[in-house]
């Protein structure tokens, strides 16, 4: 059995991913929990969530784009060439945005007092709340350059494991402010917790690191690999700017709304989130180096395989997921949230948000993996041009309709989940013809066929378990569901299920059975 330290294959590594964010996701769901407790849809959680927006802009716009955009690619492609071009890239890279990112945060740090009053539309004291929740946070930009920066030179050499556990640890560091301090300094407490997270998520890459005899020594070696990385790094960073600047503007625009707007839009996206993540975000990540490795090795072939295995892996969990999400919405926020400084006026707010913004996962989840695709393939402008008409349809959504209050948030966002990822899939279907497109579309309707039959066993268990607690219908819905979904696809033999939990030798026992 292969050491979850050292390189493990796309499965394995998506499967290890999946349980990660899984266990990330249930430490995040904890943290809201103990955040809703303490402060509701509060100005207080306003203000806590508003406070991230510009150190996440910042870090998007400054380190996120250039470190996702090109160094896993051009770093493989110079360790094929060079080791010690490779380190002499990754140390060049390393020192030159950490103290771009360092100077750039300080500067910010100086004028954020008098760019906030821009936006946010807001009495005076809640505007000085967040200035100072903001200059706090703006320490984290620095931490996560340095921890991603390490964090994609592991995942060149495929070593999962920091990376699965490392969001583990920043959502542990916001439990423990809020634990043993929010007593004391109130929402301040998360804040600084967040701080400490990303000294976690630093470290744990930091210790994984240390296996790959590379070092981190500050060294400038201004070379064409340097440069190319910057290069592809630009529309990457154009990508991200454009989705920040997306939550920016619900940002503003809920400033105009009722109290508590941003806190529910915030919540529901966290909780839409654990999908996304689970299965977009883990496959495509698994995904990366395998596409990048065959597309370098010119294995066409190879690479389409990689990229259909993934994208119907993706789809064979989100679509359910998703039906399964809306239908107990409600229950979700009821037996999540439901509880201290949170009421059932919450509660609607909410659900209203997450019933819309959850038809967004599978469209989302394909998105990471066919920007990936186009990533391996050296290609940063369409999915840049991608989050360009995301912004824009979500943006307009959202103006068109301000009276609908949080709902117009989950809305929004679908819609410009939708556009863009049928934008990406037309470029790189157009791009790459070969693609085993009907194979594709054969697994779609096989998976969408199954997960409605699936969402009438739903239905019908929520309906005889009306007079039960909320609990247990909201963990009955999620078992039922799951066991009729898993257990109809190891009937049909789904191949899907195959690579994602190891199913390949029952799978040909069977056949040869047969």
Not at 168 to 189: P, R, T
């Amino acid at each position: 059995m292969k050491p979850f330290f050292g390189p493990l294959g796309a499965g394995a590594g998506a499967l290890l991913l999946l349980l990660a964010n899984l266990l990330s996701y249930g430490v995040g769901l904890f943290r809201d929990i103990l955040l809703t407790n303490h402060f509701g849809t509060s100005l207080k959680a306003d203000a806590f969530f508003s406070a991230f927006v510009l150190p996440d802009f910042l870090f998007s716009f400054l380190a996120m784009g250039f470190i996702s955009g090109g160094l896993l690619s051009v770093f493989h492609s110079s360790e094929q060439k060079n080791s010690f071009l490779a380190e002499d890239v990754f140390r060049s890279f390393l020192t030159l945005l950490s103290f771009f990112v360092a100077v750039v945060s300080a500067l910010f740090f100086c004028i954020t007092p008098f760019l906030l009053p821009f936006f946010f539309e807001m009495e005076q004291d809640q505007i000085e709340q967040i200035t100072h929740l903001t200059r706090i946070l703006l320490l984290s930009p620095f931490l996560f350059c340095l921890s991603n920066t390490i964090g994609m030179i592991l995942l060149a050499r495929k070593h999962f494991l920091s990376m699965a556990l490392s969001p583990v640890l920043y959502n542990i560091g916001i439990i423990g402010g809020i634990l043993f301090f929010s007593e004391s300094i109130g929402i301040y407490a998360a804040v600084w917790g967040a701080v400490f997270g990303a000294l976690l998520h630093l470290g744990s890459r930091l210790i994984d690191f240390r296996s790959l005899n590379l070092s981190l020594l500050p060294k400038i070696s201004f070379s064409p690999e340097l440069k190319s990385i910057f290069l592809l790094g630009i529309p990457k960073t154009l990508g991200l700017i454009f989705f920040q600047a997306t939550l920016f503007v619900f940002a503003v625009f809920a400033s105009k709304m009722p109290e508590g707007s941003l806190s529910a839009w915030n919540l529901a996206r966290n909780i839409q989130s654990l999908p996304v993540s689970l299965f977009g975000v883990a496959f495509a990540t698994a995904a990366l180096p395998f596409l990048s490795g065959f597309f370098t090795e010119k294995k066409e072939e190879a690479f389409q395989r990689r990229l259909l295995k993934s994208a119907s892996q993706i789809l064979f969990f989100t679509l359910p997921a998703t039906i399964g999400l809306v239908l107990v919405a409600n229950i979700v926020v009821e037996a999540l949230f439901e509880r201290g400084s949170f009421d059932e006026h919450s509660r609607i707010l909410v659900t209203s948000v997450l019933v819309g913004v959850a038809i967004a996962t599978p469209f989302e989840s394909l998105t990471h993996l066919f920007s990936r695709a186009f990533l391996a393939q050296k290609n940063t402008l369409f999915p840049a041009l991608g989050k360009f008409l995301f912004f824009v349809v979500a943006v307009l959504v959202v103006r068109f309709d301000l009276k609908s209050g949080a709902a117009i948030f989950g809305v929004a966002f679908t819609s410009g989940a939708i556009a863009e990822c049928f934008f990406l899939m037309t470029l790189f279907l157009r791009k790459n013809p070969s693609l085993f497109l009907r194979d594709f579309l054969l697994r779609v309707l096989r998976i969408g066929a199954l997960s409605l039959f699936d969402a009438l066993v739903v239905m019908s268990f929520l309906m005889v378990s009306g007079d039960f607690s909320v609990f247990f219908r909201l963990l009955g819905g999620i078992v039922v569901g799951g066991s009729f979904f898993i257990g109809g696809a190891l009937w049909l033999r789904f191949p899907e299920m195959e690579e994602v939990f190891f199913f390949a030798k029952w799978r040909n026992t069977t056949q040869k059975k047969h």
